[in-house]
């Protein structure tokens, strides 16, 4: 088995002295002095051209969180401050804050095997997959992530065909393919096996869990807005359904900038936010660095991210105190393109 790749890890930056933490309103301050405000102006004149440009396709809503402060926001006509946007993948980190909070509570245990009760048939090889190689997208599971209709695809048939009633158990039935450890793979439905790990762990499913969503993490924070769907099993499909507003994705990754910590009281556990950005080891040619249930690197080392389809993300930059939210609808082809616009945009905060 590969372990983890080991780096040193950019400091998490505290809460600046006098500013408010924004679990009501967030407070708001000007782009910094120093900042490359016209390159950050054509960057913005550009996403939000009245003819989306055809590289990012539309770009739906932008914030931008400095020192814990607001310091840009701008919509696309129909959207704004309260208008819910999908979090589509985003919420694979969202799942990552849930299993914190139940590692915290001592309800899990990330380096036991998985409680899938699929798996503890005798001699079932999947049997010996830990919640960790779950969380790093390395459990080894035959599960194709592929979203263009035409081409044979689990993860479509998890949300939408057979399997969309009970999604974790539709995960959890494939089979190996590879020794778990020993090849990285991106999937839905393993986080799907994760979310329905959580729920027992709480003994709580369905509304219950959501009740738990709410009470633990959302509340807390300022989050009034999150929508989690529910499969008819009652699990949360973590890996692609929770509606939240720019802001509050926001507020969610200022939780992870400031390491866990929200007012002085500590939401998910010391070490937890280090332990999502440890870099996973991967195989040559991955699509991209990856931790626990967290993308790395996207606008520069030590910045990470939770990533969504058609161009959903929020870019954490401990380095420069900064969280980016960008929404939208990008085509498949080019997917690259927003995250490439992201690390410009961070990019010209770095003079500053």
């Not at 539309?58 to 704004?80: C, D, M, N, P, R």
């Not at 592929?146 to 689990?154: F, G, L």
């Not at 974790?168 to 990285?184: C, K, M, Q, R, V």
């Not at 692609?240 to 939780?255: N, Q």
């Amino acid at each position: 088995m590969n372990a983890p790749t080991k780096e040193k890890l950019p400091a998490l930056p505290a809460q600046p002295a006098g500013v408010a933490w924004p679990t009501g309103d967030w407070p708001v301050g000007e782009l910094p002095a120093g900042a490359d405000k016209a390159r950050f102006q054509r960057l913005m004149d550009h996403a939000f051209a009245p003819d989306a440009p055809a590289d990012l396709g539309e770009t739906h809503a932008v914030v931008v969180i400095k020192s814990g402060k607001l310091v840009h926001e701008q919509y696309w006509t129909g959207f704004g401050p309260d208008v819910t946007c999908p979090s589509w993948s985003k919420g694979k980190s969202i799942t990552q804050a849930l299993v914190g909070i139940l590692v915290k509570d001592g309800k899990m245990d990330i380096h036991a095997p998985a409680d899938v009760p699929e798996w503890q048939e005798a001699g079932d090889p999947r049997g010996k997959i830990t919640l960790d190689l779950l969380l790093r997208m390395s459990s080894g599971l035959a599960f194709r992530e592929d979203y263009v209709p035409e081409h044979p695809s689990d993860v479509i048939e998890m949300l939408w065909g057979a399997g969309k009633d009970d999604v974790a158990h539709f995960a959890a039935s494939f089979p190996l393919e590879h020794e778990p450890g020993s090849y990285w793979s991106y999937a839905s439905g393993t986080t799907n096996i994760v979310a329905r790990a959580a729920a027992r762990a709480a003994n709580a499913f369905g509304p219950d869990f959501e009740a738990f969503m709410r009470e633990r993490l959302f509340d807390p924070i300022g989050i009034k807005s999150a929508k989690p769907k529910f499969d008819a099993a009652g699990t949360f499909i973590g890996s692609s359904f929770c509606f939240c507003t720019p802001r509050d994705f926001a507020r969610f990754g200022l939780l992870y900038l400031r390491d866990g910590v929200w007012e002085g009281k500590r939401i998910l556990p010391e070490g937890w936010v280090d332990y999502a950005r440890t870099p996973t080891w991967q195989q040559t040619g991955a699509e991209g660095a990856y931790g626990a249930h967290w993308w790395l690197d996207l606008a520069g080392p030590g910045s990470f991210s939770a990533n969504g389809f058609e161009g959903q993300y929020t870019v954490i930059v401990p380095e420069l105190d900064m969280v980016v939210v960008r929404h939208g609808k990008t085509s498949l082809e080019m997917k690259l393109n927003p995250k490439a616009w992201i690390a410009d945009i961070v990019d010209c905060f770095r003079s500053g």
